[in-house]
Each structure stands twice: as C-alpha cells, then as structure tokens.
C-alpha cells in the first residue's frame, strides 16, 4: 500500500502541494489528475524520493523510502524521460539494469513487452516521441518493481499506442503490481483505473472511485465541472 501523510511541499513562501492525505490499495491501477500546475509532478517525485517534502511522510508497504532497499520496489517514468542517445535501446535499458543489485531481468522480454524488440539495435537518437515513451515505460520496468509511478505515460501516443498501453497496464495489474500515473487523457484513465485522486492547487478535492465521482455522466465532463467550479468559488472569494 501506498501511504501519504500530511504530504507538503513548499518552495520559499509558495505552497504547491498541501497536506495531501492518500491511500493507495496495493495491486490497482491509480489515476492522479488535476489541471495544470496543480502539484501532481511535485507529489509524485516526492513519492519516489526525487524531492524531499518540507512536511509530512510517504510510505510504501509501511516503510518509509528511507528503508533499505525500498527503491527497489519501485519503478518510475518521468514526463520528459532522458536517454543516453548514443545507445541502441538494447544497451540503455542494459545499463538502468546494472544499477540494481541482482537485477536478472531479461530485456528482450521488456522490450517485447513494450513494442520495441524490432528496433532495439537503433540509437535512441533515432527514435520518435512515442517510442521514447515506449522506452520509458521499458526502463520503468527493467527492475521487475511491485510499484509504477508513471507521470503523463500515455503523452504522445497515437491511439494504437494508448490502447497498447492500456493493455499493458491491465497486464501488470494481474501479475500485481500497483499503478499510480497522471494523465490528461481522461477517456482512458476512466477505462483502466480503479480509483482516481483529483488534485487542484495542491490540495486533494477527491479520492474514490471513478464511478462514484462521475455519477453517470463521463470523467471529462464531471472532471472539468467540478474544477470549473473550484475556480469561480476561488474568484468570488
């Protein structure tokens, strides 16, 4: 289980995430959303240990990620991946593998896994948007985690792509392991995740299900309803 307490983040006098208490349960797909710039990047590199948070704690299976062996648990694709763009996909996610004690996942199976086992001898450099993020997802995964955190995975994927994608995180669910990404493509959030956390202004506005939040109506629609009306409530305060 993923455990936020009282989770803040604040640079200076600037409060970008504020409080957040979330449980995420273990073996489900998690669906973050929330507008731009309303701290869903922020939270997210504090789960993984990227950013320390000014206050508050973050747990994953009751330890802290100061614990031992913790990130080993953990795989993460950030929103703007960086590649060494000299090697060929094959070597890339062969050298995330040594940074792993005992790592003896077998990449051609990632590789597979993701759509790039025909092109795993190309220079990185040579690849385009979508298949950068095929390989993002890939070296997310070349540690066998028990948890994803995947920021905005779904960007820049042509419609064959997301649906591929969707897959695959169905498929991980059932071996599982628990999901946790952003996302603004709401139509596929609404198809795969059990539950959803809303986050506008650094503050969580929802956490539950996605059916209760959408109440027969779809994600997109109830999802712009209620930040639109967050905002007017904000501009007549």
């Not at 507008?35 to 922020?42: D, I, M, R, W």
């Not at 990449?107 to 990632?110: D, P, R, S």
């Not at 609404?190 to 202004?201: K, R, S, T």
């Given at each position: 289980m993923i455990k936020l307490s009282n989770l803040t983040k604040k640079y200076f006098e600037t409060t970008v995430v504020s409080g957040l208490e979330l449980e995420v349960k273990r073996g489900t797909i998690?669906?973050?959303?929330?507008?731009?710039?309303?701290?869903?990047?922020?939270?997210?590199?504090?789960?993984?240990?990227l950013s320390q948070p000014t206050e508050g704690s973050v747990s994953i299976d009751g330890k802290g990620l100061e614990t031992l062996g913790s990130h080993e648990k953990i795989g993460y694709m950030p929103e703007d991946p960086y590649f060494y763009?000299?090697?060929?996909?094959?070597?890339?996610?062969?050298y995330m593998r040594s940074l792993f004690r005992n790592n003896k996942s077998d990449?051609?199976?990632?590789l597979d896994l993701v759509g790039l086992d025909g092109v795993k001898g190309k220079k990185v450099g040579t690849f385009s948007k979508g298949m950068k993020q095929r390989l993002?997802?890939?070296?997310?995964?070349?540690?066998?985690?028990?948890?994803?955190?995947?920021?905005?995975?779904?960007?820049?994927?042509?419609p064959i792509g997301r649906l591929e994608f969707k897959k695959i995180f169905l498929k991980l669910k059932k071996e599982g392991k628990t999901i946790f990404f952003n996302s603004h493509v709401l139509s596929d959030v609404?198809?795969?995740?059990?539950?959803?956390?809303?986050?506008?202004?650094?503050?969580?506005?929802y956490k539950g299900s996605v059916e209760k939040f959408c109440r027969g109506k779809s994600l997109e629609k109830r999802f712009v309803e209620e930040i639109t009306k967050l905002a007017e409530k904000g501009h007549n305060e």
């Open positions: 998690f669906g973050f959303l929330g507008p731009n710039g309303a701290g869903k990047t922020t939270t997210v590199k504090m789960i993984v240990g763009e000299q090697l060929n996909a094959y070597e890339f996610l062969d990449i051609n199976k990632i993002g997802l890939a070296q997310a995964l070349v540690n066998d985690p028990e948890y994803l955190f995947l920021d905005e995975p779904l960007d820049g994927l042509d609404e198809e795969i995740c059990d539950d959803i956390g809303i986050i506008d202004h650094g503050e969580l506005i």
